[in-house]
Nanobody
Framework: QVQLVESGGGLVQAGNSLRLSCATS????????MGWFRQAPGKEREFVAR????????YYSDSVKGRFTISRDNAKSTVYLQMNSLKAEDTAVYYC??????????????????WGQGTQVTVSS
């Protein structure tokens, strides 16, 4: 059973930065694509970023492209989300996720098998 634990969330002013971390255990980290989703109050969970296990190709939602960077450290079994130039609309609970199979629909939460408990990010304007 793969376990994911996020950390690094908090309260930050607009324009500043935060880095989220997701530590994994119980599985073979190098076998999964890893990603981040977020969910704001009253809204559906939405895709933020993905990094593949092969080639480490990265993918981003249009709303965060150019501001957020996803990376992974296989030696530490950890994936990161560096968030710069934060905006009030980035406020949400951020979830780390693991994808066991390459999916043509990675934007959908249904394509991801394992999830962390989430970490709150609040951006004040």
């Amino acid at each position: 059973q793969v376990q994911l634990v996020e950390s690094g969330g908090g309260l930050v002013q607009a324009g500043n930065s935060l880095r989220l971390s997701c530590a994994t255990s119980g599985g073979t980290f190098g076998s999964y694509n890893m990603g981040w989703f977020r969910q704001a109050p009253g809204k559906e969970r939405e895709f933020v970023a993905r990094i593949r296990l092969i080639g480490w190709n990265t993918y981003y939602s249009d709303s965060v492209k150019g501001r957020f960077t996803i990376s992974r450290d296989n030696a530490k079994s950890t994936v990161y989300l560096q968030m710069n130039s934060l905006k009030a609309e980035d406020t949400a609970v951020y979830y780390c996720a693991a994808e066991l199979k390459n999916s043509g629909n990675y934007h959908s939460p249904l394509s991801w098998e394992y999830w962390g408990q989430g970490t709150q990010v609040t951006v004040s304007s």
